[in-house]
């Protein structure tokens, strides 16, 4: 099942539909949050049809200006 997974993680990613502009990573069915680049050696990307990263980023971006206000 494993090799299934990666089989289709792997057609999914190389689906230029998959890819906004070649850059950002959108795909329904793939549930993985991030994801190699297109590229891989220039590292990973998130991918944005997941609601986790906006999650995520959202949360450290209000953690950042809490602190930056505790701080002053």
Do not use: C
Not at 4 to 32: L, V
């Amino acid at each position: 099942m494993n090799e299934d997974r990666r089989r289709k993680h792997q057609q999914g990613h190389n689906d230029s539909s998959n890819w906004i502009w070649g850059i950002f990573y959108y795909n329904h069915e793939d549930k993985r949050i991030f994801v190699p680049k297109r590229i891989p050696v220039m590292g990973w990307t998130i991918n944005l049809a997941n609601a986790t990263p906006f999650l995520v980023i959202t949360a450290i971006v209000i953690a950042v200006i809490i602190l930056i206000e505790y701080l002053k």
